[in-house]
C-alpha cells in the first residue's frame, strides 16, 4: 500500500471544492486546478440544493452562510395549466438532511460557488485558475498531471470532478457520451414576488414542465422544460418569454419581467452513468464526470456532493491506496447514483412521451427516503 498525502482534483465546481475542503481539513496537501482564468465565470443561474447535499455543507461548516444567501423551503405546490395556474396541491417535502435542515435551499448558483470556494481557502487547498489539464500519466507511486502551458504536477491521486463533457475521464480512457433525453431547460433570474415562498410546478400543459424557485428575499429562478432545440439565449430570448406567456397565474408576470437584462440560460438534458468502476489506478472520478441526469427531481449537485464526501471519508480512514479503497468508495455510491440517474430519465420519458398517468410523487418520494439515509 501507498500513503496518500498529495490529492489534485480537477474541478472547481460544487463537488471538487467540497473534496478540497475535506482533504484539507484532514491534513491532506491539496490542489485544485480549474480550467477557467478566475472565478467568476460560475453558471449564473439558480440551483436547489436538496436536503441531503444541505447535510454535507453543514459539515464543511459553510451551513450559516449559505442559510443568510438562499431561501429555504419545506413544501411544494403543483398548479395546473389553466389560465389561473389553480392550486392543486401543497404536498411537503421530505427534509431529506434531517430534521433540523429545510428539504430544500434554494440559491444563485455563483453565491454557492464563492462560499464553498472561501472555505476551501480557508482550509488550505490551493485553487490554480487557468489549468488545463492537457496528459495525465501515472505509475505505481503517482500521478503526473501536464498542463496546456507544459508545466506539471505530481499528486498521490487524481479527483475528475471537472463536469459531464470531463477531460479527465477522456485521458484516463473511458469513453462516454451523455446521451440526449429530448427534453431541454430556459432557466431565468427574475423578481420574486413576496407570495411566492416555496417551490411551485406545473406538469404538462403547453410544454413538459413550467416552476419556479425562490432563491433570496428579492428573486426566483424560473425554468421551462421543453422539447430539446438549438437555442440562442440572446437571439431567442422573446421566444423565451412568448413561451412563459403561455402559462397562466404568477407567469403572466415572469413572462414581463424577462427583458434582456435578464440572466437567462438554456441547456439539453443529458444523462449518463459509467459502466464499471468509476477508477483507473489513481485517477477516480466523482460527480457529473461519472454520472450525470437531467434536474426533474434536483439531486444532480447533491449526488455530486455525496460523491465528494464519501470519497473523503474512505481515503481519511485508510490514509493510503489500494484497489479496495476505491472499490469501497464505488460500492457505496453506485446503487445511490444509478437510482437517482434513472429516476430522474423516467421523469423526462413520461413527459417527452406524454404518459397519461405518470406516478410522479411516487417516484419522487422513493428517491427522497432512500437519500434521507445519510450515504
Not at 411516487?362 to 427522497?368: E, I, K, N, S
Request: charged share 25%; proline share 6%.
Amino acid at each position: 500500500m501507498a500513503p496518500v498525502e498529495r490529492i489534485g482534483i480537477v474541478g472547481a465546481g460544487a463537488a471538487g471544492l467540497t473534496l478540497g475542503v475535506l482533504l484539507s481539513d484532514a491534513g491532506f496537501d491539496v490542489e485544485v486546478l480549474e480550467k477557467e482564468v478566475d472565478d467568476t465565470n460560475t453558471l449564473g443561474s439558480g440551483i436547489t440544493l436538496q436536503g441531503n447535499a444541505l447535510r454535507v455543507l453543514r459539515d464543511i461548516g459553510v451551513w450559516p452562510e449559505l442559510l443568510a444567501r438562499g431561501f429555504p423551503c419545506d413544501s411544494l405546490a403543483l398548479r395546473a395549466p389553466d389560465l389561473d395556474a389553480t392550486v392543486l396541491a401543497v404536498l411537503p417535502d421530505v427534509r431529506t438532511g434531517g430534521d433540523d435542515l429545510p428539504a430544500t435551499l434554494g440559491m444563485y448558483r455563483p453565491d454557492l460557488a464563492a462560499i464553498v470556494r472561501a472555505r476551501a481557502e480557508q482550509a488550505g487547498a490551493r485553487l490554480t485558475y487557468d489549468a488545463r489539464v492537457s496528459d495525465v500519466s501515472q505509475d505505481d507511486r503517482s500521478v503526473t498531471v501536464t498542463l496546456h502551458t507544459g508545466e506539471q504536477r505530481q499528486f498521490d491521486v487524481l479527483v475528475g470532478a471537472d463536469g459531464i463533457n470531463s477531460v479527465t475521464r477522456r485521458l484516463i480512457g473511458i469513453d462516454v457520451t451523455p446521451a440526449a433525453t429530448g427534453a431541454g431547460a430556459w432557466r431565468a433570474i427574475v423578481p420574486r414576488p413576496a407570495d411566492i415562498t416555496r417551490s411551485e410546478l406545473i406538469y404538462g400543459g403547453p410544454l413538459y414542465i413550467a416552476g419556479y424557485c425562490p432563491i433570496s428575499d428579492n428573486h426566483m429562478y424560473a425554468y421551462i422544460v421543453e422539447p430539446a432545440h438549438e437555442r440562442d439565449v440572446i437571439a431567442d430570448r422573446p421566444e423565451l418569454r412568448r413561451l412563459a406567456g403561455l402559462y397562466g397565474g404568477p407567469w403572466q408576470d415572469i413572462s414581463r419581467a424577462i427583458d434582456d437584462n435578464t440572466a437567462v440560460h438554456y441547456t439539453k438534458f443529458t444523462t449518463h452513468l459509467l459502466d464499471g468502476a468509476w477508477h483507473r489506478g489513481r485517477v477516480v472520478l466523482i460527480g457529473d464526470a461519472a454520472h450525470n441526469c437531467p434536474p426533474t427531481i434536483a439531486q444532480g449537485a447533491a449526488m455530486a456532493i455525496e460523491d465528494a464526501a464519501v470519497l473523503a471519508e474512505e481515503l481519511i480512514k485508510a490514509r493510503d491506496l489500494d484497489d479496495a479503497v476505491m472499490e469501497r468508495f464505488h460500492e457505496r455510491r453506485v446503487p445511490r447514483a444509478r437510482e437517482v440517474v434513472e429516476s430522474s430519465v423516467q421523469l423526462v420519458r413520461w413527459l417527452v412521451d406524454k404518459e397519461p398517468n405518470p406516478d410522479i410523487p411516487g417516484v419522487m418520494h422513493r428517491v427522497a427516503a432512500m437519500v434521507k439515509e445519510p450515504a
